[in-house]
């Protein structure tokens, strides 16, 4: 299909080629056609397989940083606390 668009583009408006003189390829048996959009199919499938592999090391990525975040925030409001009974403890005195 890639090549189709090429050799469009090096098509002239009268119908006549730029170039290198490569014709197109012209696919008139059954087997063939069928082995073209197998061959397409095939790559779309491995491109969708990156897609889910590179989409779920995301997601994991996201899970350790909300994970990480939760943790600090945590360890934040402890401090928080701790802060304000000393204060607290300050005043008393």
């Known amino acids: 299909m ?3 668009s090429t050799n469009q583009d090096k098509t002239k408006a009268n119908g006549q080629q730029q170039g290198k003189g ?3 390829r012209v696919i008139s ?3 063939d056609v069928a082995g073209l959009v197998m061959m397409q199919i095939d790559a779309v499938n491995t491109k969708k397989d990156e897609l889910t592999i590179a989409t779920k090391g995301l ?3 996201a899970k350790q940083l909300v994970r990480a ?3 600090q925030a945590a360890a ?3 401090l928080q606390k ?3 009974e000393l204060e607290d403890k300050a005043k008393e005195k």
Do not use: L, M
């Open 2 to 4: 890639a090549n189709e």
């Open 22 to 24: 490569k014709q197109p």
């Open 29 to 31: 048996h059954p087997n």
């Open 59 to 61: 997601s994991d990525t």
């Open 69 to 71: 975040y939760s943790q």
């Open 76 to 78: 934040i409001a402890k």
């Open 82 to 84: 701790r802060v304000k």
